[in-house]
């Protein structure tokens, strides 16, 4: 696995531990993502073990800016309960991505819809590229 991809699981993992319980549909989820990527469990683990920083919005272009807010969303919805922590954490998120600030809710509200009727992120693209 890359170094850009540790670093973006390791953001994903932020997400699970956002909230006061790590429920384990949220870990297979996480572990879903990986498989989706064709990551192994054992680098999966290796990387949630040994942390590296996290990505910047620099080294990601705008898809993959989207697919990794979109997992953040994914994994926040894998118990089946929204915590407050974790959409603030998806805000956070993409700020720190280089989405305008006056953008977050709306993107975080978005993008926890899409999860939450379970798109793919090829059926998310479309909608954000046709709209």
Not at 8 to 15: A, D, K, N, T
Not at 108 to 129: D, M, N, P, R, Y
Request: proline content about 2%; cysteine-free.
């Amino acid at each position: 696995m890359d170094e850009k991809s540790k670093r973006l699981f390791l953001e994903l993992y932020q997400m699970i531990l956002s909230d006061t319980e790590v429920h384990p549909k949220e870990l297979e989820i996480l572990y879903q993502i990986g498989k989706e990527r064709g990551v192994s469990e054992a680098e999966i683990q290796k990387v949630l073990f040994s942390p590296n920083s996290f990505a910047s919005s620099e080294e990601l272009n705008n898809d993959e800016r989207i697919e990794y807010l979109y997992n953040l969303a994914r994994i926040a919805w894998a118990d089946g309960v929204l915590d407050e922590r974790e959409i603030v954490t998806l805000q956070n998120a993409s700020i720190r991505l280089g989405f305008a600030e006056e953008n977050a809710e709306a993107i975080a509200t978005f993008l926890l819809e899409q999860a939450h009727e379970g798109k793919s992120i090829k059926e998310v693209l479309t909608i954000i590229k046709t709209s």
